[in-house]
């Protein structure tokens, strides 16, 4: 036998040595297979809790209160800004009213779009958190139109196999009109209704901007794993709330503020 | 002789094959594969919530927990500001340049992150996005971009470079009647580690910071045009850019740079 031959037999062998081998034990490859089959279905539960979320701005862009109702838990609660909170598809539905009639109408423009998503599926797999941002265009008949943006701390909960929302918290944080901007005009939120009043009362006041309110993280630091609930934030003398963890220097302009001035 | 190897070589091989260990060892390279494709998917998730994250910071201006989110050795520039080295200097510049860590009344500065695409190295050590922000600030809108790369630590995933280049930034008064020119060295304080990679100027310039992927449909590279830094006056092949290039130039292409002012 040439040396090449050999060679050729040797690698043939060797294969079939290498198929002879033990193969992975058959309950090993159940165990990962069970794992792998986990991990597809947290990115499936999290691309189903976007799509979820994305619907509902969709849906409320649009003034669809009933098909945006619809997309809660029996015992969902939606609260927006102060207005407080509202529980059940059916006071949710009615609470959306008051951000005009169903379907809207000329002259009504109410984007709420629901973007830089942070889903956070619980390793049950049972509930999930989100984290939205939100920047608003609004518009109402006779009205100028307004700029307004805000954060979606949201929870989750999937039900039969379906997700639904269990609570969608917006956070306005700023809203202003459109000509004159954040530069030189900031508008305040409504607070609950007279007409319509909420289930319960807001769970967190706060104003916003000028004021700096920070609404807290519903995930850990994806590096430290550290909590972000408590991050340093500007208080507020009316409600009451000191600073948190801020330096107690005077603020004054930042060099970045007094630098992008120049051209 | 030949035909003889080849024989004793199936002789040798066949009972193996008839034992069927094959089908249960590709059962085990279909896992591992399958391993493999899940863990990419987990890992672009990942780094898609590493930059929403730094958003998120940028906007309530979180510095500490921004800078945990880099690598010891990370590199961030933006704007034209040039090159910080290291974790620390992340940290000041945004100290310095943004005021200290903690909400401000009177402050908007939402650096809304969007439209994300993110990629990971075939060995799973190292990632890449491409993605924008939308700001919304008090000061005006601004869009940067980012090409940012990502690494792998320990199982965690960091920044490990930040590049973020603008594209264009304007007050309230919008685009149509004043620009900003774009961000120096010298413009604010911290000043940086290292000049800027690109000098260019931002709308109404035109400049392109270079794709980290191809062209999803003809796997075609992008390649800016590099004989003028890559900073466009008009789009890239156009006879108005071309004709650019010997406006206020020597023939050698550069600038006269050297001379006083007039007045």
Known sequence: MSARKTFKAALLLGLACALTAPAVAQGDSQRQLAAYQHRVQLLEDQLAVENLTATFGYYFDKGLWNQAADLFSAKGAFEYGQRGVYVGPARIRQAMLLFGPQALGRGYLNNHMMLQAVVTVAPDGRTATGRWQGPIMLSEPGQNGQWAVGLYENDYVKEGGVWKIAKLHFYLTAKTDYDLGFAKYALQMEGPSAVLPPDQPPTEVYRAFPHAYLPAFSYDHPVTGQSLKQLPMAGDDIVGRPDRGMDSAPAEESSAAKGMRQQ | ?263
């Open chain 2, 1 to 263: 002789m030949m035909n003889r190897t080849l024989f004793v070589a199936a002789l040798l091989a066949a009972p193996a094959f008839l034992a069927t260990p094959a089908l249960a060892q590709t059962t085990a390279e279909k896992l591992a594969g399958l391993d493999e494709r899940i863990t990419r998917l987990e890992d672009m998730n990942d780094i898609e919530r590493l930059q929403r994250t730094y958003g998120y910071f940028v906007d309530k201006s979180q510095w500490t927990p921004l800078s945990e989110l880099f690598t010891d050795d990370a590199t961030l520039e933006i704007g034209g500001k040039g090159i910080f080295l290291g974790k620390p200097r992340v940290l000041e510049y945004m100290q310095k340049a943004f005021g200290p860590d903690g909400t401000k009344p009177g402050s908007l500065a939402n650096h809304m992150q969007f439209q994300s695409i993110p990629d990971i190295s075939a060995d799973g050590k190292t990632g890449w996005v491409r993605a924008r922000a939308y700001v919304m600030s008090n000061g005006g809108w601004g869009l940067p971009l980012y090409e940012n790369e990502y690494r792998k630590e320990n199982g965690v995933w960091k920044i490990s470079r930040l590049t973020g280049p603008f594209t264009m930034y304007t007050n309230w008064g919008g685009w149509g009647d004043w620009a900003m020119n774009n961000t120096w060295p010298d413009k604010f304080d911290p000043p940086p580690d290292l000049p800027p990679t690109t000098v260019y100027l931002t709308y109404p310039a035109y400049y392109i910071i270079p794709f980290h992927y191809p062209n999803p449909v003809t796997g075609k590279v992008f390649k800016p045009d590099m004989d003028e830094v890559g900073a466009y006056h008009r789009p890239p092949g156009t006879q108005e850019q071309m004709d650019s290039l010997k406006v206020g130039r020597w023939v050698d292409g550069s600038q006269p740079i050297g001379e006083p002012p007039r007045d």
